[in-house]
């Protein structure tokens, strides 16, 4: 089982300020995914990434994959309330058969306070 | 448009008592669908997933069952339910976006409280 580490596991921060959120894993993916979640709701996919080194831009959210393909990284300029929420990576691995396996992080849950 | 629906939206269920979720797509056909669960503190755990009708994969040994009875349909079930049971439960279909790639998109999700 492919594990993905996410740190920090809460964060709460002002709003304007700069934060970075990090996925870890020992695995190798073939793609990496980040997810918004808010309370109540299903997650929302934000962004893949599938090339090691890759950079991703998204308005003020910007999605860095590594080198290794192991682990990524998601900066978030100048934050507002409206990022409130938990955002959680997925990686994805072949399991074979033609078939794909994604596994989740226990996400970062994010706080910008007005 | 391609839509996902799940329901209840929220549950309150006594200890051995039956459950029958449910999940619909529209706008699609063939998709692949998951059953997750979420629980407090512990990320998002896959419960089963279809490739098609009847087809069903458990990756959990657990005291939950699912059935897809129709190509857009998918119901996770409980004959008795257990404390443990209690979580939020979505519903999933893998979908190409608009990057190219296959991601989830997810239902609203079903709170389950079991009592």
């Known amino acids: 089982t492919q594990l993905l580490e996410q740190s920090p596991q809460f964060l709460s921060i002002q709003e304007g300020e700069n934060l970075t959120v990090y996925c870890n894993s020992s695995s190798v993916f073939s793609s990496l995914q980040w997810y918004r979640q808010e309370p109540g709701e299903g997650p929302v996919l934000l962004v893949t990434v599938v090339t090691g080194g890759e950079v991703k831009k998204l308005k003020r959210l910007t999605f860095q994959f590594g080198d290794a393909r192991k682990d990524s990284s998601l900066h978030i300029t100048a934050a507002q309330p409206g990022d409130t929420g938990l955002y959680l990576c997925?990686?994805?691995?072949?399991?074979?058969?033609?078939?794909?396996?994604?596994?989740f992080g226990k996400g970062t849950k994010l706080s910008v306070i007005p | 448009s391609q839509t996902i629906h799940q329901w209840p939206a929220t549950l309150v269920q006594p200890v051995g008592s039956p459950l029958s979720l449910e999940c619909t797509v529209e706008g699609t056909s063939n998709p692949n669908l998951y059953w997750y669960r979420q629980a407090a503190g512990r990320g998002l755990q896959l419960l089963f997933y279809?490739?098609?009708?009847?087809?069903i994969s458990s990756e959990v040994p657990q005291n939950l069952s699912a059935s897809r009875p129709q190509d857009r349909q998918f119901i996770l079930s409980s004959k008795k339910l257990l404390l443990s049971d209690s979580g939020f439960y979505l519903c999933a279909w893998s979908v190409l976006s608009g990057q190219g790639y296959y991601g989830y998109t997810f239902g609203s999700g079903t709170r389950l409280t079991v009592v």
């Open positions: 279809s490739v098609g009708i009847g087809q």
């Open positions: 997925a990686g994805r691995t072949y399991s074979g058969a033609g078939s794909y396996q994604l596994t």
